[in-house]
């Protein structure tokens, strides 16, 4: 499900296109009620229309929404659009770590601030249960 700028999901109104991926479209848009840029992920349909798969997805989405870090995307809501589910998270402006890489190599103290950083996530996801299932430079 490909969306342009104005298409309202609800009270979010897209903005641009952020990225895709194996686990859908991610897009910058405007929640509208509370005026703040937030990161929409459409999932795929098939996750939408697989009853023991959005289930899961919904119990996911509970113990996410639980999450409490500074190194960790809040997740504010979630919603569904013409048969599709998704997840409104909170926008962070910037490149990823994937992208920055592709600049050339980090410096050593940039590089254990960032591990250090991505270790206290994962650390504190753990402690409540969630594991992250794709972990790579492009979601950091």
Do not use: W
């Amino acid at each position: 499900m490909s969306l342009t700028s104005g298409a309202r999901l609800g009270p979010y109104e897209i903005q641009s296109a952020i990225g895709a991926g194996g686990m859908g479209e991610v897009y910058k848009a405007k929640d509208t009620r509370l005026d703040r840029s937030v990161a929409i992920k459409i999932l795929p349909r098939e996750v939408s229309a697989d009853p023991d798969r959005r289930a899961r997805f919904e119990r996911e989405a509970k113990t996410i929404a639980g999450l409490n870090h500074p190194h960790i995307c809040t997740l504010h809501d979630v919603g569904e659009h013409d048969g599709a589910t998704f997840l409104v998270m909170e926008y962070l402006a910037g490149e990823t770590l994937a992208n920055r890489l592709q600049k050339g190599p980090l410096a050593l103290d940039h590089v254990l601030t960032i591990g250090t950083e991505i270790a206290e996530a994962l650390s504190a996801a753990h402690r409540q249960g969630v594991i992250h299932r794709d972990l790579k430079p492009g979601n950091v």
